[in-house]
């Protein structure tokens, strides 16, 4: 159970940046208001992520700029409305995943992927350090073509390049469903920051992604400060 772990999982891949470059094409560009239309409305997308436990993920993805939410769940099983035992026991086949909602005008889907494959080990199935199950296999649940093409793209890019000592065996699969964890999920880092789990495992992978990172973070992220004794 993640309540009694105490060594931070060797899983993020936090010490330096791709060894290339991708060529992607641009998010489309927003449509121009006219005077008989007038509009300053977003146009935002969503981008579906399994990569271990949602407590980690969640407070790596919410310090992007252009990201509008983040939220923890479940998605890839056969059992509608899961609990969290029901997915820990293994049997749902859902994994812990985050729902994220972004402006693409801010960060690009390109982005939001090398943030995932940079913050965890895509090559170990099923697992992320002393998590084990099926529930923390990696995953990329896409919600159309142009997302399933550069994903896949993405990790035979990272394939062919050995940037990985082993291969990548994250699923990319199309997106079907997401069902919300419970509200004691949500934002679980800044909400017990104290709590051992977030001061042993996520604080530190947090810590590393911020300085890998800087360009795509919020101008002052919130951070989560253990209260003092």
Not at 110 to 138: E, I
Not at 166 to 194: C, G, R
Request: charged residues 20%.
């Amino acid at each position: 159970m993640k309540m009694s772990m105490f060594v931070t999982a060797g899983a993020a891949l936090l010490s330096g940046a791709i060894p290339f470059t991708l060529v992607f094409a641009e998010s489309p560009a927003m449509p121009q208001a006219t005077d008989s239309q007038p509009s300053t409305a977003k146009k935002l997308e969503t981008a579906t992520f399994g990569s271990g436990c949602f407590w980690c993920t969640e407070a790596v993805f919410e310090r992007l700029k252009g990201v509008e939410s983040v939220v923890s769940g479940y998605s890839g099983g056969i059992l509608k409305n899961p609990t969290y035992e029901q997915v820990c026991s293994g049997t749902t086949g859902h994994a812990e995943v985050i729902q994220v909602t972004f402006d693409p005008a801010v960060i690009s889907y390109p982005q939001l992927l090398k943030v995932f494959w940079n913050t965890h080990d895509p090559t170990t199935p099923n697992r992320q350090g002393h998590d084990v199950g099926t529930q923390y296999r990696s995953a990329i649940f896409y919600h159309n073509d142009e997302q399933r093409k550069q994903a896949e793209h993405y990790k035979e890019k990272l394939d062919s390049s050995g940037a990985f000592s082993a291969p990548i065996v994250t699923e990319i699969v199309p997106f079907q469903a997401f069902y919300p964890a419970e509200k004691y999920h949500q934002d679980y880092y800044s909400d017990n920051p104290s709590q051992q789990y977030c001061s042993y495992v996520i604080r530190p992978k947090v810590e590393k992604f911020e300085k890998a990172f800087g360009d795509l973070l919020e101008d002052a992220p919130a951070e989560a400060t253990p209260a003092k004794p």
